[in-house]
Each structure stands twice: as structure tokens, then as C-alpha cells.
């Protein structure tokens, strides 16, 4: 791992990749990002992204990813459990998920997410991981949104709301 010195010392400073993992990484995806020419393009070859068939209206299937690299898989897998039990934007990513769709959506979706980090850092040399911190949902949800929400959650179950402005 000499050779890779620098690109383990990049990947070591996302949230879940250790030593271990990163070596995995590099030894199943490399360092040359010039193959896959966008982060979906990573994603898809990895198979970690979801496929949808629809027709009338109808969805088809049940959106699994497909037959990937298993080792990449596993190793993605347990980096994304791993960034799951941290106070980061890859651990609220996942309890968010995990909440609403259950951990092994979880475990795919952040995985996803780690491979479109991992694609940036090697694609642009001078890149370096930047977390977005544990309350990036709450800061980017507008208050009108989040307002209108609650309003129509208390309407639907019975309740007449009037909002008054707090003195």
C-alpha cells in the first residue's frame, strides 16, 4: 500500500473507511476515475443504484441493485454501518433513513453516498473531504415547507389550525 499512501490518507477521512476498508476500496475500484465519467457512472457499474422498471404507471420489480462486486459491496456495506454510528452528515443520512425505510435501504443509500464521495476525491486531485455536518437537513429545509407540513399534519388528523406569529 506504499504506492497508495496519499489516496489512503484521503479516503481514511471519511466517516467508516479505516485503513482496512480504503485498501479494499483501491484494490476494487483503483485511483483512475477517467473510466466512469460521472459518480452515477461509478455507482452504476458498482451496482449501487437501484433500478426502477415502470410501465403504465405501474412499478415493476423490487428496486434491488442487481449482481455488483460483492467484495466492494461488503466493504461499502460496513463502512456505511460504521458512518451510521457518527455524529456526521453520512450518520444522520442514515438514522434519517433507516427510520423511515429500514436499515439495509440505509445501508445502500449511504453506501451510494460514500461512492460518490470516493469518485469526487479521486477525480480531482486537490479535493479533500469536506462533512456537511449532522444538522444539514435541518439547515437546508425552508420554514415555509417545514410550516405548511405540520399545518397539514394537524389538519388531517381533525384539528383546525390558526398561526399567529410569536411576540
Given at each position: 500500500?506504499a504506492?497508495?499512501?496519499d489516496a489512503?490518507?484521503r479516503?481514511?477521512?471519511?466517516p467508516g473507511?479505516?485503513?482496512?476498508a480504503?485498501a479494499?476500496i483501491?484494490?476494487?475500484i483503483?485511483?483512475d476515475?477517467?473510466?466512469?465519467p460521472?459518480?452515477g457512472?461509478?455507482a452504476s457499474w458498482?451496482?449501487?443504484a437501484?433500478?426502477?422498471?415502470s410501465?403504465a404507471?405501474?412499478n415493476?420489480g423490487?428496486?434491488s441493485?442487481?449482481?455488483?462486486n460483492r467484495?466492494?459491496a461488503?466493504v461499502?456495506?460496513e463502512a456505511?454501518v460504521g458512518a451510521?454510528?457518527?455524529?456526521?452528515?453520512?450518520?444522520?443520512?442514515?438514522r434519517?433513513?433507516?427510520?423511515?425505510?429500514?436499515k439495509?435501504?440505509a445501508?445502500v443509500?449511504v453506501?451510494?453516498?460514500?461512492?460518490?464521495i470516493i469518485w469526487?476525491?479521486?477525480?480531482d486531485?486537490?479535493?479533500?473531504?469536506?462533512?456537511l455536518g449532522i444538522?444539514?437537513?435541518?439547515?437546508h429545509v425552508?420554514?415555509?415547507?417545514?410550516?405548511?407540513?405540520h399545518?397539514?399534519?394537524l389538519?388531517a388528523l381533525?384539528?383546525?389550525?390558526?398561526?399567529?406569529?410569536?411576540a
Amino acid at each position: 500500500m506504499a504506492p497508495f499512501a496519499d489516496a489512503v490518507a484521503r479516503l481514511v477521512e471519511i466517516p467508516g473507511i479505516k485503513a482496512t476498508a480504503a485498501a479494499v476500496i483501491l484494490a476494487e475500484i483503483g485511483t483512475d476515475m477517467t473510466r466512469f465519467p460521472t459518480a452515477g457512472h461509478l455507482a452504476s457499474w458498482a451496482k449501487f443504484a437501484p433500478g426502477i422498471k415502470s410501465s403504465a404507471g405501474k412499478n415493476k420489480g423490487n428496486g434491488s441493485t442487481g449482481h455488483g462486486n460483492r467484495y466492494l459491496a461488503r466493504v461499502l456495506g460496513e463502512a456505511a454501518v460504521g458512518a451510521g454510528r457518527t455524529n456526521t452528515f453520512l450518520g444522520a443520512r442514515y438514522r434519517r433513513i433507516a427510520r423511515r425505510r429500514g436499515k439495509k435501504k440505509a445501508i445502500v443509500a449511504v453506501g451510494r453516498s460514500l461512492l460518490v464521495i470516493i469518485w469526487h476525491l479521486f477525480s480531482d486531485p486537490e479535493t479533500r473531504f469536506n462533512d456537511l455536518g449532522i444538522d444539514h437537513y435541518d439547515r437546508h429545509v425552508s420554514t415555509t415547507t417545514k410550516r405548511r407540513n405540520h399545518v397539514r399534519g394537524l389538519q388531517a388528523l381533525g384539528y383546525h389550525v390558526i398561526l399567529e406569529p410569536a411576540a
